[in-house]
C-alpha cells in the first residue's frame, strides 16, 4: 500500500461532461503529480503541485484543471470530456518538489468517456 | 512527450532466469529510477540511481547507468512468477522538478 489514495476507482461518463477526480496524498509528503495513462501515449505527466502551489506543468489540456489544497489533497478536473480522454489518470505523491525523491502512485482512477 | 524509450517492448523467460530491460534518454538528466507496474495498478518505485553514479544493486535488481551513451538498464536476477509485471524508466531532463516515462518492457515469468 503506497499510503495514496485516489477516488474514485472507476468513472463512467458521457461525451461533453465535467468530472473531478480526487488524491489524497501519502503522509507527510507535499508534492502531488497527477499523469495520464494510455495504451497509445504511456505515461504522460499532466502537472505537478507542492505545498499547494502550482510547480510543473506538463501536457495538460486547457479543459483540464487542478488544484493542491490546504490540506494537501488534489483533485483534477476534467471537462467538456472527449472519447479520446478515456484513460487511467493516477496521481502520485513525493516528500519534497524535486526529482530526488521516488513518486509513490495510487491506484489510479479509470476514466471511460462513452 | 516521452523521454525514455525501454526495450525491448516485450520480453518473456522462464522462472529462474536473468531479466535485462534498457532505457535510453535523450537529455542530460539529475537521477534515473526504475518503476513496477502490475496490471491495472499504480507504478511503484523500484529503485534510484543519481547521475554520477554508474551502478546499483537492491536485493534481486541491479541497475546500471551510462550518461555518455544516455542509456540505463534493469537486471533482476533469479525471476520469479512475481515479477510479471511492466516496467519503467523516468528521468527528469534535468528540469530536477517533473518526472518523464519511458514506454515500458512487458516482463512475463513463465512458472
Known amino acids: 500500500d503506497s499510503g495514496v489514495t485516489q477516488t474514485p476507482k472507476h468513472l463512467i461518463t458521457a461525451t461533453g461532461q465535467r468530472v473531478t477526480l480526487r488524491c489524497s496524498p501519502r503522509s507527510g509528503d507535499l508534492s502531488v503529480y497527477w499523469y495520464q495513462q494510455s495504451l497509445d501515449q504511456g505515461l504522460q505527466f499532466l502537472i505537478q503541485?507542492?505545498?499547494?502551489?502550482?510547480?510543473a506543468k506538463g501536457n495538460i489540456l486547457e479543459r483540464f484543471s487542478a488544484q493542491q489544497f490546504p490540506d494537501l489533497h488534489s483533485e483534477l478536473n476534467l471537462s467538456s470530456l472527449e472519447l479520446g480522454d478515456s484513460a487511467l489518470y493516477f496521481c502520485?505523491?513525493?516528500?519534497?518538489?524535486?526529482?530526488?525523491?521516488?513518486?509513490?502512485f495510487g491506484n489510479g482512477t479509470r476514466l471511460t468517456v462513452t | 512527450s516521452q523521454q525514455g524509450e525501454e526495450d525491448p517492448q516485450a520480453l518473456s523467460i522462464q522462472e529462474g532466469e536473468n531479466a535485462t530491460m534498457n532505457c535510453s534518454y535523450k537529455?542530460?538528466?539529475?537521477?534515473l529510477q526504475w518503476y513496477r507496474q502490475n496490471s491495472g495498478r499504480g507504478l511503484v518505485h523500484l529503485i534510484l540511481?543519481?547521475?554520477?553514479?554508474r551502478e546499483k544493486h537492491s536485493g534481486r535488481l541491479r541497475v546500471t547507468l551510462d550518461t555518455s551513451k544516455k542509456s540505463s538498464s534493469l537486471l533482476i536476477t533469479a525471476s520469479r512468477a512475481a515479477d510479471t509485471a511492466s516496467y519503467f524508466c523516468?528521468?527528469?531532463?534535468?528540469?530536477?522538478?517533473?518526472?518523464?516515462f519511458g514506454t515500458g518492457t512487458s516482463l512475463t515469468v513463465i512458472p
Open positions: 502520485a505523491s513525493s516528500v519534497g518538489p524535486g526529482t530526488f525523491s521516488p513518486l509513490h
Open positions: 540511481i543519481r547521475s554520477n553514479e
Open positions: 523516468a528521468t527528469d531532463r534535468n528540469t530536477g522538478n517533473q518526472f518523464y
Open positions: 503541485y507542492y505545498n499547494g502551489e502550482e510547480r
Open positions: 537529455t542530460s538528466i539529475n537521477n
